[in-house]
């Protein structure tokens, strides 16, 4: 068990903001829209069918103190959706535990504007099984007719001892394993004739690996935040097709 330090939530909101600050020139119309209007390849790949995820850091993870802090962009296209479609999907907390496989209970909180509040229960599986609840504020955008960005945060993540169990127990925020304490996804949705192109840019912090407890720990940490995007993406785009 650990403990979310200070320095280390201050590490990743200072990251954080530098990301936000990165994408904002893309929002705000001072660099291309899309990471992948400057990557022909990698666009060409996305248009064919491809999910493309890469590491946005050398191996996409990042040390700050007491933490990692990881750093992921993932890009596809969902032919022959609108732009709307795709708003919608990720909007609509209630339905988002039958699109994502991670997400085992969900439900919509509070809804205001473009501000949308959410709840998920979340299940991490792999050397070890970790549960954890998550309320998740989001926002979606519009920038100019065919464009939209979307920022959702967590704004509280606990860890859940014995979960579905009469002795279910929800541990205080930044205790417990710490595969995972904060999260920030960015995604930026652009119109094309035949279907959308969609961005998603993901920031993580977990704890750092501890001595003697790679094996089980590693897993985990590593290959969380690049397997949660590919599965995010294939939920998101198969949900898109089947509201058509």
């Not at 990251?15 to 994408?23: F, G, P, S």
């Given at each position: 068990?650990?403990?979310?330090s ?5 590490a ?21 829209y ?33 933490g990692?802090?990881y ?27 039958e699109?994502?496989?991670e ?29 954890l609840?998550a ?15 979307g ?18 127990r ?27 192109y ?5 920031l ?12 089980a ?16 993406l ?11």
């Amino acid at each position: 068990m650990t403990t979310l330090s200070p320095k280390a939530n201050s590490a990743f909101e200072q990251y954080d903001a530098k990301v936000r600050a990165e994408l904002q020139q893309r929002w705000q119309g001072r660099r291309s829209y899309l990471w992948l209007d400057e990557h022909a390849q990698e666009k060409k790949s996305a248009h064919g069918g491809q999910s493309v995820v890469l590491p946005m850091s050398d191996d996409g993870s990042v040390s700050v103190p007491d933490g990692l802090v990881y750093d992921w962009l993932g890009a596809m296209f969902v032919p022959g959706a609108k732009v709307e479609q795709v708003v919608n999907v990720l909007e609509d907390f209630n339905k988002h535990k039958e699109y994502y496989p991670e997400v085992i209970a969900s439900r919509t909180v509070e809804r205001s504007g473009n501000m949308v509040r959410g709840r998920w229960r979340l299940r991490k599986k792999s050397a070890i099984t970790v549960v954890l609840d998550a309320d998740v504020t989001a926002r979606y955008s519009q920038d100019k007719p065919g464009d939209w960005h979307g920022e959702s945060a967590s704004t509280k993540v606990s860890e859940i001892e014995d979960p579905g169990t009469a002795t279910e127990r929800e541990l205080p925020p930044g205790q417990g394993h710490g595969f995972l304490w904060r999260f920030t996804a960015y995604w930026s949705l652009e119109q094309a004739p035949d279907g959308v192109y969609a961005e998603c840019r993901t920031l993580s912090l977990s704890r750092t690996v501890p001595l003697g407890l790679g094996w089980a720990v590693q897993p985990i940490i590593k290959n969380m935040p690049r397997e949660s995007l590919l599965s995010t993406l294939a939920g998101t785009r198969k949900a898109v097709i089947h509201s058509h």
